[in-house]
Nanobody
Framework: QVQLVESGGALVQPGGSLRLSCAAS????????MGWYRQAPGKQRELVAT???????NYADSVKGRFTISRANAKNTVYLQMNSLKPEDTAVYYC??????????????WGQGTQVTVSS
């Protein structure tokens, strides 16, 4: 089994910054890609940013230039640096990982989510 644990969510004022972290643990052979998604009240979950094992990144248009995704492969950890936060960034942020686990099984895993609230 693989577990993802997020941290770093908080209440922040517009224009502020936050850094989210997500650590994967368990029977992991390789993490092919990791990413962040978010879900605001009454809306569907949407992609925020992803990063592959080769450090290829992809961002939603709404966060380009403000958010940066990075990963520490040795720590099985992904980060999301969020700058110039806006009220519309308010959501529960979920970590996702595409993992080859023990037994060479491929699986897609989710964290429990961390709340980010941008408000004055």
């Amino acid at each position: 089994q693989v577990q993802l644990v997020e941290s770093g969510g908080a209440l922040v004022q517009p224009g502020g910054s936050l850094r989210l972290s997500c650590a994967a643990s368990g029977s992991i052979i390789s993490i092919r890609a990791m990413g962040w998604y978010r879900q605001a009240p009454g809306k569907q979950r949407e992609l925020v940013a992803t990063i592959t094992i080769y450090n290829s990144t992809n961002y939603a248009d709404s966060v380009k230039g403000r958010f940066t995704i990075s990963r520490a492969n040795a720590k099985n950890t992904v980060y999301l640096q969020m700058n110039s936060l806006k009220p519309e960034d308010t959501a529960v942020y979920y970590c996702n990982a595409a993992v080859i686990s023990g037994g060479w099984e491929f699986g897609n895993y989710w964290g429990q989510g961390t709340q980010v609230t941008v408000s004055s």
